[in-house]
């Protein structure tokens, strides 16, 4: 029997015509624009107005300050780990009111370096899921410790001390009072406060004088809206009045959280009352209420105090 040779091996090699070459990567878009387009998102997921203009003061921030490092307005590439570790270290070494030179305050706090870097980890995040980058390029930036220290919550007698000082027969004081209650009681921040509007008072009765449902509830003497900043001076100007010198308008959230967590809440419930993306964020006002029982119990142990 003839054996036939092989047949030699056929390797199908296409021809490239002008559709098949291998096309370029796409110009990544500019910063700018992918920091518009997320908080697009942030709106459309109903974030709260103080998150939609922190976010937006930060990636501000930091896209300037990649422009003035690169001499020109910044694409997607320059988002790197590098770049935010850049960034971080230059807001270390600025003063806390870059818009107030007169104004003294020293550095920007810990916690605001880690409000920092946690909006820019979150934003890179974004690019990620969205296929703007291949990876998620700031996972593994570090953030910037917050010293637990750096947050005394007022105790049950401070608030008491506070509320006690304000005169019910004058309206700056009974005004004053309801927003302080207000902002106690439900751990808002002071851009929502200043965001109320009478029909969003729930009351079994409308009391008389409140006004139309679209006017602001809480007001100047002069009768305009009260805006975020007027409501953090009003509290700070109570700091003589009730002897509390570390008293601010965040302070009083913090104090909300903290007493929330121990009179019983938890924290996910907390997480969605104050608003928070992230239970890492929260979970700071567990170590918090948890170092006070602590502390409380080591004062008051009976063993102890033999």
């Not at 990567?25 to 992918?34: H, T, V, W």
């Not at 997607?76 to 935010?84: E, F």
């Not at 920007?108 to 980890?121: E, G, K, S, Y």
């Not at 601010?248 to 104050?274: D, E, I, K, M, S």
Request: charged fraction near 20%.
């Amino acid at each position: 029997m003839q054996r036939t040779a092989p047949r030699p091996l056929e390797l199908a090699i296409p021809i490239l015509g002008p559709m098949h070459m291998p096309q370029s990567p796409l110009p990544s878009p500019p910063l700018a624009d992918l920091a518009e387009s997320y908080l697009l998102h942030l709106q459309a997921s109903r974030r709260s107005p103080g998150t939609l203009t922190m976010y937006t003061r930060i990636l501000g921030r930091f896209e300037r300050f990649l422009a003035g490092q690169l001499g020109r307005p910044p694409t997607g590439d320059a988002l790197t780990r590098d770049a935010a570790r850049r960034y971080l270290v230059h807001l270390q070494q600025q003063p806390r009111y870059v818009d107030m030179p007169d104004r003294r305050g020293g550095r920007l706090a810990p916690a605001t370096l880690n409000q920092h870097a946690r909006a820019l980890r979150a934003f890179a995040r974004w690019l990620w899921d969205e296929g703007f980058t291949a990876e998620h390029r700031l996972e593994r930036l570090r953030l910037p410790k917050v010293p637990l220290s750096d947050i005394e919550p007022l105790t049950p007698a401070e608030v008491e001390r506070l509320l006690a000082v304000f005169d019910p027969r004058k309206a700056y004081d009974r005004r004053t009072a309801a927003m302080v209650a207000l902002l106690v009681d439900t751990g808002m921040r002071t851009g929502e406060l200043s965001a109320l509007r009478t029909r969003d008072v729930n009351l079994h009765h409308r009391p008389p004088g409140l006004g139309q449902a679209s006017d602001p509830l809480f007001v100047t003497t002069s009768g305009r809206a009260l805006n975020p900043n007027q409501v953090g001076h009003i509290v700070r100007r109570l700091r003589r009045r009730s002897g509390i010198p570390r008293l601010y308008a965040h302070l009083l959230r913090h104090t909300f959280a903290v007493h929330f967590l121990r009179n019983g809440g938890n924290p996910l419930t907390l997480q969605r009352l104050l608003g928070h993306a992230s239970l890492a964020t929260t979970n700071r006002y567990v170590t918090l209420a948890t170092g006070d029982l602590v502390a409380a119990h080591r004062q008051s142990s009976p063993l102890d105090n033999l």
